[in-house]
């Protein structure tokens, strides 16, 4: 077996910083010496062997790993993680994990390989144990309440918020103060700052979004509150699956997040990112889990009212979601 990684060069000459970070994970788990050569792709220069290769195997995205086994075809990997998981787990070796304060990103890279396969109720756990109080979840007042029924189970602290955009369903409303009473549990509202709202909605109305795009709305009414209630987290819970989209395939169960939390960026779980929506679903009957009444009405990701449809038969849970956009766009930005 002969393995390959190509590495981007910017046009400034430094390697491109994903690039600089698989290698450190490799290194880190002992897997360096299994990279037989590093190719470079030089940003500017399609003549550059790595360009070459990119162009060859159609890969426009840097790192990448080239395996080539005698009698088989090559296979590409442009997930570092994937690489790792599918020709080299065998020899890796465990990261040792700092016992209080911010994961690193190579400690995030391992335990998200670790947790990968790990049930939610275990992942939730773990982080609830590492953080202590400073972990979050992010509750839609949908599906993802399976995430608190968990976290309850637990018997952990953590802290529970929903974006209160000002357009939910008032079903939502409901299924929310349903959620709090059952469980016996606080759940913070983030509402939008008055002044850039109200500016927002005197100058372009109340339903701009149908015309220009949901990115304004949404980053008024859910990314500023968002950004509010982390900033006083060390980490967060959230409900994504890879199932639910196509923008959600790659999704890891622990990723290092952007926002700025208590002590910069912060620990994001993703513990359902494995599982199928049947699966929560299952879940949800199983453990008689309160659920949001829409879904009997043929609802199954929910967000704003005016923003979310049923989907139509054989369209995808997401495809009800901003739904007069492309595809790749229908994300509000909660996940960056
Ligand atoms: S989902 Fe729609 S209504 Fe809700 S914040 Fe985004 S654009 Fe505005």
Redesign the pocket.
């Known amino acids: 077996m002969h393995i390959t990684m190509v590495k981007k060069r910017l046009l400034g000459g430094e390697p491109c910083k994903k690039c600089v970070d698989a290698e450190e994970l490799l290194k880190a788990r002992g897997l360096w010496s299994q990279i037989h050569e590093v190719v470079w792709a030089i940003e500017g220069d399609a003549e550059s062997a790595g360009m070459k290769l990119a162009a060859q195997y159609k890969v426009d995205l840097a790192p990448f790993f080239i395996v080539r086994a005698e009698g088989a075809e090559p296979r590409v990997y442009t997930s570092t993680l994937q690489f790792i998981k599918q020709e080299l787990s065998a020899g890796a070796a465990p990261i040792a994990v700092s016992a209080a304060g911010p994961l690193s990103p190579e400690e995030i890279t391992q335990l998200a390989l670790d947790l990968d396969k790990a049930p939610p109720e275990r992942s939730i756990k773990w982080l609830l144990e590492r953080f202590g109080r400073d972990v979050a979840i992010a509750f839609s007042g949908a599906e993802d309440v399976a995430l608190i029924d968990i976290a309850v189970k637990s018997g952990a602290p953590f802290s529970v918020f929903t974006l209160d955009?000002g357009?939910l369903h008032p079903e939502t409303y409901r299924f929310i103060e349903k959620v709090r009473s059952h469980y016996g549990i606080s759940i913070e509202m983030m509402s939008p700052q008055a002044e850039p709202l109200q500016s927002f909605v005197e100058k372009k109305g109340l339903f701009s979004?149908y015309n220009d795009g949901?990115?304004?709305?949404?980053g008024?009414?859910?990314l500023e509150p968002l950004r509010r209630a982390l900033a006083k987290q060390r980490a967060w819970i959230t409900g994504q699956r890879r199932d639910q989209s196509p923008t959600r395939t790659d999704v890891a169960v622990l990723q290092l997040d952007t926002h700025q939390g208590l002590s910069g960026p912060l620990a994001k779980l993703n513990p359902l990112a494995a599982w199928s929506l049947q699966k929560v679903w299952s879940y949800i009957r199983a453990n008689d889990v309160p659920y949001n009444e829409l879904h009997d009405q043929g609802f199954i990701s929910i967000?704003?009212?005016?923003?979310?449809r049923v989907p139509r038969p054989g369209e995808h849970e997401r495809a009800g979601?901003?739904w007069w956009e492309e595809s790749t766009k229908r994300e509000?930005g909660l996940h960056v």
Do not use: V
Request: glycine share 4%; with cysteine.
């Open positions: 955009t357009r979004f949901h990115n304004e709305c949404c008024i009414r859910k967000g704003c009212e005016p923003c979310t979601r901003w509000c």
